[in-house]
């Protein structure tokens, strides 16, 4: 029961440090501005590339906050551990085991804390292979650690002995168990960090995840009731206690830089930090020989993980290489990557719902719920009493994540449809989603409403546009179109806006429009009462056919200026210059 007095003291420590941090060092803050458009949560301005293009890099001032969360997270679990190792007096093998997993803790923290330096200093963050590198090696080192020091880490163990074949060459074979051990601790530990870093890019998200899943590995581990497992039980405790610490400094909030709400976060804790959590949750897996439980206690940082590897670092080059895009096809032009069937808007996934226009803070806390549920089933998965208990809770994380996957391509699509109207005919407004309902039920959500009624609809076809799923920018131009051609010229330029450049260079005649629309909000004399001939198809680029095109319409005067009614929720889509992966950094 004493173990569980570092659980306060990591608290304490871990809340008391960050607040000492962001007292020191409050200007510590990313220099790092990305190409392309991202979430408005992000800075918008431009930073420079390197510090000879500024007095005082660290001084930029920007809408992120101080990469110091680390410098209370790290310090004050190892510290909490230390405190109670003497207090519960170790044994010498437990001080080893001690220091071994606070080597690489601090090993995975030191290689963020040079990640969040050059971003602060530099502008620039380390490059991804030099990340994975140092990476590497702190995972090889832990492993080596492993085999050198603590015996029992030389003897092979279950399910890999199970395996037929294998399980003789570790019995019979002198070297094959130390190396299989040494990828195996790799392995682990780059993707566990990794996909901890690849979470933490909205407030409270990624800490509020290692929580549950810290808490977890520490149910399971004291259940053994085994000496032995003292200090990865210590570690466990301290890590949740450190990161509840931290949470108050980075309290998620409905902020996202578009709208008038507080944000609560303080600081994040950077790479460092995530890193340094990633880390040693994978090396209390690795000495508590339940890494492959990592798969369903860390199902949601699997999750994230595969979403940026599958969708940003192999689908996206694959299109890119193999896919032909009937519809642009007659183009000499280059096309982004985000006209392609991929999964998500943005990954990593919890990019994807954000750029859905979800409410930040509900979704944090959804990520949380799922987190929780699912480091729930993976502690019922090892400590139910029957075998088919066991395999049926593990499926069922697994249809759990699959769900989460699958609503990617849900909600990815949009389409164009109407909500009541008090003023007669119905509104145009944008979804995502599909256009049904189940058992009364809707499987859509309403993104915004438009003061554009269905009467700017002039033919079949036009009409045919309506309940039909379409990718973001083709509704949006629709949708600008319909605005455009019923005079709200403003607010078609607003949803034109919304597509990024390269994907407006695809569609000209929306550009062409664009242009023309600027020019019009922007004449100091407007009195012009006819609009020009055209379609909805003739603007997104097909060729109309006489029955397509529509005569001059005369627009009252009146009709012009009203402003617009509803939502304001925006969906800036990451550029298609950069793959998806990129957008991991954004706090």
Same mark, same amino acid.
Not at 545 to 555: E, G, H, L, N, V
């Given at each position: ?11 304490? *420590? ?88 606070? #080597? ?100 409270? *998200? ?98 994230? #993980? ?22 642009f096809s007659d183009l000499n032009m280059w096309y982004p990557h985000t006209e392609f069937p991929l999964p998500f808007l943005a990954t990593p996934l919890h990019h994807h719902f954000d750029l859905l226009g979800w409410d930040r803070r509900r979704l944090v806390y959804s990520a949380w719920l799922i987190g929780a549920s699912m480091a729930t089933i993976g502690v019922l998965s090892v400590i139910a009493p029957f075998t088919w208990e066991r395999y049926f809770l593990r499926i069922l994380v697994v249809f759990i994540a699959i769900a ?74 629709? *949708? ?24 407006l260079e695809v569609r000209p005649q929306i550009k062409q429009l664009l242009s023309e629309a600027r020019r019009k909000l922007t004449a100091e004399d407007f009195t012009e009462d006819w609009l020009p001939e055209g379609s909805l198809e003739s603007a997104v680029g097909a060729e109309p056919s006489p029955a397509d095109t529509f005569p001059m319409m005369r627009i009252p005067q009146n009709f012009r200026t ?26």
């Amino acid at each position: 029961m004493f173990q569980l007095l570092v659980v306060p003291s990591a608290f304490l *420590l871990s809340f008391l440090l960050c607040g000492l941090a962001l007292k020191i060092a409050p200007r510590f803050r990313s220099g790092e501005r990305k190409e392309g458009v991202f979430s408005a949560g992000q800075s918008l301005h431009d930073h420079p590339k390197n510090s000879s293009q500024v007095k005082n890099p660290s001084a930029i001032q920007s809408k992120e906050l101080p990469l110091i969360g680390s410098y209370g997270l790290v310090p004050g679990t190892i510290i909490a551990v230390a405190g109670l190792g003497f207090f519960l007096q170790f044994s010498l093998d437990d001080w080893i085991q001690s220091g071994i997993i606070t #080597g690489g803790f601090i090993g995975f923290w030191l290689v963020g804390l040079l990640d969040d330096w050059k971003k602060v200093r530099l502008g620039e963050g380390i490059r991804e292979r030099t990340k994975f590198l140092g990476v590497a090696i702190v995972s090889l080192a832990f492993g080596g650690s492993e085999l050198y020091f603590i015996p029992n880490s030389r003897i092979a163990y279950s399910p890999y002995i199970d395996i037929p074949g294998l399980g003789s060459l570790f019995h019979h074979t002198e070297f094959v168990w130390p190396i299989f051990f040494l990828l195996l601790a790799f392995g682990v530990l780059s993707t566990t960090s990794l996909a901890v870093d690849f979470s933490d890019g909205l407030d409270g *998200l990624a800490g509020g995840l290692v929580f549950p899943a810290a808490i977890a590995y520490a149910i399971i581990t004291i259940n053994y009731q085994l000496a032995q497992y003292n200090p990865i039980i210590l570690f466990s405790l301290a890590m949740a206690g450190g990161v509840l610490g931290y949470l108050p400094w980075n309290w998620p909030s409905a902020w996202n830089g578009r709208n008038s709400a507080k944000r609560l976060a303080k600081m994040i804790m950077g790479d460092s930090g995530s890193l340094a959590l990633g880390g040693l949750l994978a090396m209390i897996a690795i000495v508590d020989r339940q890494e492959l439980l990592l798969l369903f206690i860390g199902g949601a940082f699997v999750l994230e #993980g595969m979403s940026a590897v599958i969708q940003g670092r192999f689908l996206v080059k694959f299109f890119r290489r193999f896919l032909k895009v009937e519809r642009f096809s007659d183009l000499n032009m280059w096309y982004p990557h985000t006209e392609f069937p991929l999964p998500f808007l943005a990954t990593p996934l919890h990019h994807h719902f954000d750029l859905l226009g979800w409410d930040r803070r509900r979704l944090v806390y959804s990520a949380w719920l799922i987190g929780a549920s699912m480091a729930t089933i993976g502690v019922l998965s090892v400590i139910a009493p029957f075998t088919w208990e066991r395999y049926f809770l593990r499926i069922l994380v697994v249809f759990i994540a699959i769900a989460l996957w699958q609503m990617g391509g849900m909600t990815r699509k949009y389409f164009i449809g109407v909500v009541p109207s008090a003023h007669g005919n119905a509104n145009l407004a944008l979804f995502y989603g599909f256009p049904y309902k189940l058992f009364n039920k809707p499987m859509y959500a309403l993104v915004e409403k438009l003061e554009v009624t269905t009467g700017s609809i002039a033919s079949p076809p036009e009409r045919d546009v309506l309940w039909s799923r379409m990718n973001v920018y083709d509704a949006r131009a629709a *949708l600008g179109f319909f605005c455009y051609r019923a005079g709200y010229y403003a607010l078609a330029r607003e949803e034109w806006e919304r597509i990024p450049k390269r994907n407006l260079e695809v569609r000209p005649q929306i550009k062409q429009l664009l242009s023309e629309a600027r020019r019009k909000l922007t004449a100091e004399d407007f009195t012009e009462d006819w609009l020009p001939e055209g379609s909805l198809e003739s603007a997104v680029g097909a060729e109309p056919s006489p029955a397509d095109t529509f005569p001059m319409m005369r627009i009252p005067q009146n009709f012009r200026t009203k402003p617009r009614l509803g939502n304001d929720t925006e969906d800036i889509i990451p550029s298609e210059d950069i793959l998806p992966l990129s957008a991991t950094e954004d706090a």
